[in-house]
């Protein structure tokens, strides 16, 4: 056997195990979505070193084109498992499309492939999935209730830093892979001593142990996250509570009070809610209010918050907008909400109030003077907004 058919032998013998420690060390105990997936992805890992060893020597095709398409697979699952992280559903023909492009790739290129078929197809397809995961881990650490409740998610949080650089380094090697494949080629004493089978073999083994550190972490982080998310939101809207909010708003404004940053509040209310109740029944009350809670959370950005303060009235934060930014976002809101028509019902109209926070002004005092804009637009004819107009000192 030779030097790389032996540290091919290593990888699987060590993906079967960390998959083995996995399923039945976390996934089983937790039935954590993340667990799940980052055993598929060490799975998988272990299925395509497998294939080499195995049929390499006997039937080069069927290795050459499994073991690309399970490897750029297993990294579309690394993905996956990202954005279970935070809570996104991924739709199944985006992770297997991927691993079965690869292998069609190689399949195709496999009676001219030379030394390595498919080889372009494999590095750019697991630089592009690793990149994807990189990408999602990191979001999600710079989202605010990690960075409010970091004390609580102290060990979560760090597990998250742990796998989002990790996986950015790997992205990196094998974006480097491709470029040295078609530039010097895999037959390159720079490629063979570089980012050959022995670099990779190690690398692969580093992303392992960092897996068998994080998955515990991160699947019971992935559980305390939901029920913190259940405490913390309205049941029906899946928005924010109101202690909640206002304990984010305030981190956020906290954090970046003397940067020059502007914040604004804006407060909806939904107009002649109750006459919807009362001819419609609450069933159909309950469905406008979740359509209007969907269309808000289409038009917010990452940093921004929403919360349903109480029946119809809901409150809004822009982590970096002015007024004009403000009245826009209402407008981005009354579009997809009028969108969510029924067929034989047009949704209510929604009156707001905008007020932009200045100084030293508190989030309650912002949320006051957006109220009272609210007011005002009430008292015009409703289905339209009113924004506090500061005096200048």
């Known amino acids: 056997m030779g030097e790389t058919e032996t540290l091919r032998a290593a990888q699987t013998a060590v993906g079967a195990c960390v998959f083995i420690l996995v399923f039945f060390g976390t996934y089983r105990p937790t039935r954590s979505r993340f667990a799940c997936w980052w055993g598929a992805v060490v799975g998988a890992s272990a299925l395509s070193t497998a294939a080499y060893v195995l049929f390499e020597a006997s039937a080069p095709m069927l290795a050459a084109i499994f073991g690309n398409g399970i490897s750029v697979m297993g990294a579309a699952f690394a993905w996956v498992a ?114 050959g089978p022995r670099t990779t073999t190690f690398l692969v083994l580093i992303l392992l142990v960092v897996v068998s550190y994080t998955v515990t972490a991160l699947s019971h982080f992935e559980i305390e996250r939901g029920w913190r998310a259940k405490a913390v939101t309205d049941d029906l809207t899946g928005l924010l509570q109101r202690s909640a909010f206002l304990e984010h708003a305030q981190h956020i404004m906290n954090e970046r009070s003397g940067d020059g940053t502007v914040q604004a509040v804006i407060v909806a209310d939904i107009d002649h809610f109750k006459d919807v109740n009362d001819l419609h029944g609450h069933a159909h009350g309950d469905r406008v209010l979740t359509a209007f809670s969907r269309a808000t959370r289409a038009a917010l950005g990452d940093q921004d918050l929403a919360a349903r303060f109480g029946g119809e009235e809901f409150v809004i934060f822009l982590a970096d907008a002015d007024v004009d930014v403000a009245i826009s976002v209402t407008d981005a809101i009354n579009a997809a909400f009028e969108s969510t028509a029924e067929a034989d019902r047009q949704p209510p109209t929604v009156s707001y109030g905008v007020a932009g926070i200045r100084g030293r002004m508190s989030l309650e005092e912002a949320i006051h003077l957006a109220d009272g804009a609210l007011y005002r637009a009430k008292r015009a004819g409703r289905a339209q907004v009113a924004a506090h107009e500061h005096e200048d000192p």
């Open 82 to 195: 990202a954005r279970s992280l935070r809570g996104l559903p991924t739709r199944w023909w985006l992770y297997v499309a991927p691993g079965v492009l690869c292998g069609l790739a190689t399949w195709w290129e496999h009676p001219e492939g030379g030394a390595w078929p498919g080889g372009v197809a494999l590095l750019v397809g697991m630089g592009a999935m690793l990149g994807l995961s990189a990408g999602d881990l990191f979001a999600l650490y710079r989202t605010n209730a990690l960075r409010v409740d970091r004390r609580q998610y102290g060990e979560g949080h760090t597990a998250i830093a742990a796998l989002a650089f990790t996986s950015v380094a790997a992205c990196a090697f094998y974006v480097i892979r491709a470029a040295a494949f078609l530039t010097v080629g895999p037959e390159s004493s720079f490629y063979v001593d570089w980012v």
